[in-house]
């Protein structure tokens, strides 16, 4: 992982290959316990579909999509956030609890929706806070 390296201000999708595209119609944020962020984008699994990344306890990140049926603590190896975008790169295990096709997750558009920049925050406090959370 190099965690030094700049993204563009696109999606970069660094640390593995195979990425699954999404793109954002909603952001939803909040600071209650180390922090939350919401990301609202349509899949084939459910049309309205959402990933709450949620800053625990442990310095990890839980991921939970629609249903807790698809969810998983210390989910995420890295999530970055740019100025129209965010990745998370999930745990293998994360990735079969969660249902995605890949373990690299991209969702554009952020740039369009006018709740990312109390988003940016969130992401940036959890940063801050030793949680694995990138702002580029």
Known sequence: MNWNARAPASCSAAIVDRVERYVLEEVMSGADGGGWVTLGFRSGLEPNDVLHIVASGSRAIYLERFDQAYSLDAAAIAVRAGVSCVEVDLT???????AFAARSLAFDGADKLPAYEDA?????????????????
């Open 120 to 136: 940016l925050r969130i992401f940036a406090g959890m940063a801050r806070a030793g949680y694995p959370v990138r702002i580029e």
């Open 92 to 98: 293998d295990d994360a990735q079969r609890a969660l």
